[in-house]
Structures are given as structure tokens and as C-alpha cells.
């Protein structure tokens, strides 16, 4: 990804699927030290139902970001949310994660920590 980024003109165009926060955040990083955000040249995106604030924290920095919903032919689509699932305990170990921070800090702000 850094490859590429570091390459990239306002001409060109790239769409990153990917629901992990980190990889988001050095993208995001990467997209502002090259001057793209602007140009609107890179794209996110996330399965349905994956990383929904992933996406909502995106699209409130004003990236260009999608939820993309498979289709196709059950012996073909099915192997690949079958792996999606798979990655799905990942992803919900990061969202309890930041469920968990952001509980933390409503109720320091509530004066009960």
C-alpha cells in the first residue's frame, strides 16, 4: 500500500477494501503526506455489516467510502463470506475493544470512573 500511495498522481485511483483500524489509519496518514485526500483519488470500503465505524469515521473526514454487499451464484459467493465470518472474530474483537474505550469515557464524563 505504501508502495503505491507514494506513486500515486490526483489522476490515478485506488480502492481499499479493508475493515482492520490500523491499516486505515496509515493509509490515511499516507494519503495526507502525498496530497490526495483533496483529490478524492483513494477510496475505502467495507463488507455490510462489517466495521461500521470504520466507515462512519471515514466518511466524517470526508473520504470516499463504501459498503459493498457480495452476490453471485451460492457455490461461489458462499466460500467467501464463509471467510469473511472467519475474519469477523477479528473485527468484533476490535469493536469490543473500542466499545470498551468509549464506555470507559462516557462514564469518566459522567463523573462514575
Known sequence: MTHIIQRMTPSDQLFLATHNVETVDMAKQQIVE?????????????????SDQVTFGLANE????FKYLPFGPTDQVMPYLVRRGQESRQVLREQKFQNDVLK??????????
Open 104 to 113: 470507559d469515557e462516557i462514564f469518566t464524563r459522567m463523573g462514575l470512573h
Open 62 to 65: 470526508n473520504y470516499n467510502v
Open 34 to 50: 502525498a496530497g490526495l485526500k483533496e483529490s478524492g483519488s483513494v477510496c475505502f470500503a467495507q463488507l455490510r455489516g462489517f
